[in-house]
């Protein structure tokens, strides 16, 4: 299974509508413990990347992932300016000229996305972040892609990933905004390993839809 | 959600449009970036201040582009920090060749910003630094105060900075004052009724009818506790206590007090703390340099309000004295 330029491009589209659907889900969690404005400037980031997607017809994945990550950089600020537009950065780099992404590239990509968002803002597993969700999805998708395809390997860490949200239920939060609160960060999943997940689980359903004409 | 707006997406845009033809010869808007800066900037080179931070604060951010406070604002989405790039933008525009400095808040996305910007102007070969303010002491202990976030004291280590800035100080300096400004400070919140974000409609927190939230944040953020909603000299009473034992403040000192509106809470109530907040001040033998009350550090129409004591000495009160002259913070030079 090989991801194409035109399916990247409707991935990010498909994670731009997720987003705007669920914006009352992630603003209700982001006000029990943070300021209540993280669905919002998700959405709003994701729209206008969306908009430049529409309007520009670019082949290379890479560049396709850095215009986007200029777009969240560059125009929305906020906390998940900086995380996933630089992630985003920094995984186009890394696959600058692909039209085309295998399984291993998608490690690439995740991989990069998250060296990133560590360089920017160090945070590890149990800290109640996006992290929470994104290394376990990494180590499992390591783990299973030289013995599995990119479907099962993604669904796989899918998995984990889900776990690794709804572990940040009973975390108490050390970093960012909800740190603060300490005890009564407890009992709330955190947003950003929310929206993390949103984003993962899109991606899932996209490729099980393609699965039939890929394989 | 009752509201006076337009477009719930342009809530940010339309203000600062409205602002700027309020105050043409204050300020002015970069082409590029949602970024205010002193229409007129100060022939004499001086070390430019900037700052800035999510909307929905006014007078906050924008309020204080003038003498003697800041030179340039970034301006972010509501309660959300603004993009690196107009941080860098601003930079670029506002150095005068002494360096330029960022006094901002403690949060999370601010930093992460304001630290890419910082980043990007060295690059450029522009000298800058950084101050951070953490005022709120319900946000951390004090073991962990660099963990705590900024509330209404903001305003004090912009005033402060600001006419360090403007007597033509070099940057290190400035920089030394602003970071005494920071530790000398002390505030802590009480919110009685959420904002309401305009994009959502939805409220930023959920209080009981008869609540308040004891150490509320400026985004809605919850504190320490909530608790049932008590009379004006008790709640000023526990605020003042947990502030003054927090620095410490001890009898003798002068001190510069700050009761903060939050947006919906009536100057009328406003001035019955301030009533509390002078007598056990008095009680206690802590002279007052000067005291703000008002609406000085916003979250949209939350209820609520915050106090703010700096602990003074001979520099700080120099300058917090000094003459500032911005759309909606002004003071004439109080030295003299």
Redesign the interface.
Known sequence: MLIDSINFKEILIKIAEAIEVNIAYLTDLDAEIGDGDHGINMNKGFKKIKEQLVSFNVKDIGEMLIISGKVLLNEIGGAMGPLYGGGFIKAGKMLKGKIELDKFDIYTLFSSMVDSMNSIAPAKVGDKTLIDTLEPFIVEYKSLIYTNDLLSSFGGALAKAKEGMESTKDIISRVGRSSRLLERSKGHIDVGAASSYLILETIYKYLIRFKGDKD | MKKFINNP?EVVNESVEGFIAAYPNYVRKLENARVLIRSQIPKDQKVAIITGG?SGHKPAFIGYIGEGLVDGVAI???????????IYKATKELDMGKGVIYLYGN???DK??FR?AKTLAEADGISVDEVIAYDDI???PKENIN???AIAGEVIIWKIGGAAASSGLNLSKVKEISEQAVYNTRSLGVGTNPPI?P??G?????LAKDEMEIGV?H????GIKKEKIKAADEITSYIMNRILEDLPFRSGDEASVMVNGLGATPYQELFIVNRKVSEILSKYKISIVITYVGEYFTSLEMAGFSITLTKLDSTLKKFILAKADSPLFKQFDLNK
């Not at chain 2, 972010?76 to 107009?86: K, L, M, R, S």
């Not at chain 2, 939805?202 to 959920?206: A, D, E, L, V």
């Not at chain 2, 985004?219 to 919850?222: R, S």
Request: proline content about 11%.
């Open positions: 997406e999510g972010g989405e509501i309660f959300a920090a603004p993009p690196a790039d107009w949060f999370s996305g992460m910003n890419l319900a946000s951390a963990n705590r976030r974000m994009e959502s939805r409220p930023g927190f959920i944040g985004h809605g953020e919850p």
